[in-house]
């Protein structure tokens, strides 16, 4: 049991480093082109436009990183097919988390507490100061645990070294 464990944490920290690559990748797409078309937390639906672009270019390298690197094993139909369901779910959960968390003006509340806490870190980064930049954190939060569990069953599936329990 000790070494199914000490897998499953090496894999959480591998998986913990590509997911905030792909954030970071994410995040800054969506930013970008909230940037470039003016774009504010007023604008619903575009901000969830925008959230799925970059979801959707974060995907890519997330797939690759994901099979290479964080649980090395080689892809196949099934596990891209897997990892895209799992991605559509995740998708799903982020999309309904950032309206839900807009709705009850969360980013607003975050950046309340940033300017209270914090002054001259907003200061000094504006775009802490603005409620549709930090959205998305709280959103990551609460989607990244599941979102591992969900990636590691359908790519690792079939993998001998899954089967062992110690």
């Not at 792909?22 to 969830?48: I, Q």
């Not at 950032?98 to 504006?126: D, I, K, T």
Request: with cysteine.
């Amino acid at each position: 049991m000790r070494g199914l464990w000490q897998r499953l944490g090496s894999q959480f920290v591998r998986f913990f480093v590509v997911g905030v690559a792909a954030t970071l990748v994410h995040w800054g797409v969506y930013v970008g082109l909230n940037r470039l078309l003016g774009l504010c937390a007023a604008d619903a639906l575009a901000l969830s436009v925008t959230y799925s672009v970059g979801y959707v270019v974060s995907f890519v390298g997330n797939y690759l990183a994901s099979l290479r690197w964080t649980f090395r094993t080689k892809g196949s139909v099934g596990k891209g097919a897997g990892f895209a369901l799992s991605h559509a779910v995740n998708y799903g959960m982020h999309v309904g988390l950032l309206n839900l968390f807009l709705l009850w003006g969360v980013g607003e509340a975050m950046v309340r507490a940033l300017e209270a806490l914090v002054p001259r870190l907003v200061r000094a980064f504006p775009l802490l100061g603005e409620a549709d930049t930090l959205l998305p954190l709280p959103v990551f939060c609460v989607v990244v645990p599941i979102n591992f569990l969900m990636v590691r069953f359908f790519l690792t599936q079939g993998d001998k070294k899954d089967v062992e329990l110690s």
